[in-house]
C-alpha cells in the first residue's frame, strides 16, 4: 500500500500536490535554476520531455524569449491541456519516439519524467535527444534524488514506490554515455538529481 498510486496513474490534481509538497512551495523557482542550468539562452530552440503541467517549459520559454522557441512534449492529453490553459506551447507525443526532425533544438531538457518512462524505451529517449539537438547541444535530466539515511529510503519506497526512491545517477549517467553524449555532469539540487551532458560537436 503506498500513500501515493503509481506515478502513471497520476492526475494532474496529485501531481501538483505531491511537487507542490516535495519542493515546499518553491518548485518554480526550482525550475527556473534547471533552466538557468541547461544554459537556456535568449533565440534557443528548446524541447521539454515529459513535460507534463509545463512548470519547466515556461521556465525554459522565459530564457529563450520571443525569438526561441519552446515545446512541451508530454504523453498525457490531460496534462497537456492544463499545460496549455496556463500558456505556452505543450503537445502530446511519445517521449521515446518524439516527431522532430534531425537537429532541431539547441537544447533538450526532462525534469522529472523520465521514472514514468519504461525501463526498455529509456535508452531510446536518450538517443532521440541526441537525434535531434544540434553538434555542441545541451541535454539536462533531472530526477529526485534519493532521500539521506536508510530509513529515509525505506520510507520514500513505502510512500512514492522504488522507481522515484532510489539514486538515478549511475543509470542517466550510463544512458547518457551509450546514446553518445559527453562532458557529463552531475549534482544534487535540493531535492533532485541533475546530470547535464553536451551532444559532441
Known amino acids: 500500500m503506498h500513500l501515493f498510486p503509481k506515478p502513471a496513474t497520476w492526475t494532474v490534481a496529485t501531481y501538483d500536490g505531491f511537487t507542490a509538497a516535495t519542493f515546499l512551495g518553491c518548485r518554480q523557482?526550482?525550475?527556473?535554476?534547471?533552466?538557468?542550468?541547461?544554459?537556456?539562452g535568449s533565440?534557443?530552440?528548446?524541447?521539454?520531455?515529459?513535460?507534463?503541467?509545463?512548470t519547466l517549459t515556461r521556465a525554459a520559454a522565459d530564457l529563450a524569449g520571443s525569438s526561441g522557441q519552446v515545446i512541451g512534449l508530454d504523453s498525457s492529453p490531460e496534462m497537456v491541456i492544463?499545460?496549455?490553459?496556463?500558456?505556452?506551447?505543450?503537445?502530446?507525443?511519445?517521449?521515446?519516439?518524439?516527431?522532430?526532425?534531425?537537429?532541431?533544438?539547441?537544447?533538450?531538457?526532462s525534469a522529472l519524467a523520465l521514472h514514468h518512462v519504461e525501463p526498455e524505451d529509456r535508452d531510446a529517449v536518450f538517443a532521440q535527444a541526441f537525434r535531434m539537438l544540434i553538434p555542441g547541444g545541451r541535454l539536462l535530466v533531472a530526477e529526485f534524488a534519493p532521500p539521506f539515511g536508510r530509513l529515509g529510503r525505506a520510507v520514500a519506497r513505502?510512500?512514492?514506490?522504488?522507481?522515484?526512491?532510489?539514486?538515478?545517477r549511475a543509470d542517466l549517467v550510463d544512458r547518457m554515455a551509450k546514446a553518445g553524449f559527453r562532458r557529463i555532469e552531475t549534482r544534487r539540487s535540493g531535492v533532485l538529481t541533475v546530470v547535464r551532458s553536451i551532444r559532441p560537436v
Open 158 to 168: 513505502g510512500v512514492c514506490h522504488t522507481e522515484i526512491a532510489d539514486d538515478p
Open 29 to 40: 523557482a526550482a525550475y527556473r535554476r534547471l533552466a538557468l542550468d541547461a544554459g537556456i
Open 82 to 109: 492544463h499545460a496549455q490553459r496556463l500558456g505556452g506551447d505543450s503537445r502530446v507525443g511519445d517521449v521515446a519516439r518524439p516527431p522532430f526532425a534531425d537537429n532541431s533544438f539547441d537544447v533538450v531538457v
Open 43 to 54: 533565440g534557443d530552440r528548446v524541447l521539454d520531455l515529459g513535460s507534463g503541467p509545463g
